[in-house]
């Protein structure tokens, strides 16, 4: 039975991330569509549009695996005798918000030039 609910993780899980892909690549394509229709080069438009969005996605990321990666040294090696899983919580989060803070400062340097 635990074969089975792992195989049936597994596989929510490919068909979730094919389907995710696949409405991203949708959803551009179409933003190209009619940008094509309207005389626009998409070009231009295109990486101006989503570059805050991928950079903000990647920097919040990047936070929270430092997070995660931070915690499991802490956990492991800091307080080993220590049963605490806030710790792993917390670092998630703090690592997140800082990754957001350095997103925010780099999007403000960007458009201030």
Request: aromatic share 12%; net charge positive; no cysteine.
């Amino acid at each position: 039975m635990e074969l089975f609910a792992v195989a049936l993780l597994f596989l929510t899980s490919v068909i979730l991330i094919v389907s995710l892909v696949y409405i991203v690549i949708n959803t551009r394509h179409k933003e190209k569509m009619a940008l094509f229709e309207k005389g626009l080069d998409p070009k231009n438009f295109l990486n101006d549009h989503f570059m805050p969005q991928t950079l903000r996605a990647g920097m919040l990321l990047v936070g929270v695996g430092l997070g995660f990666l931070i915690a499991l040294v802490i956990d492991e090696y800091v307080l080993p005798f220590v049963d605490n899983p806030a710790i792993y919580g917390g670092s998630v989060l703090l690592f997140g918000g800082l990754g957001l803070l350095v997103f925010y400062m780099i999007n403000r340097k960007k458009n201030k030039n």
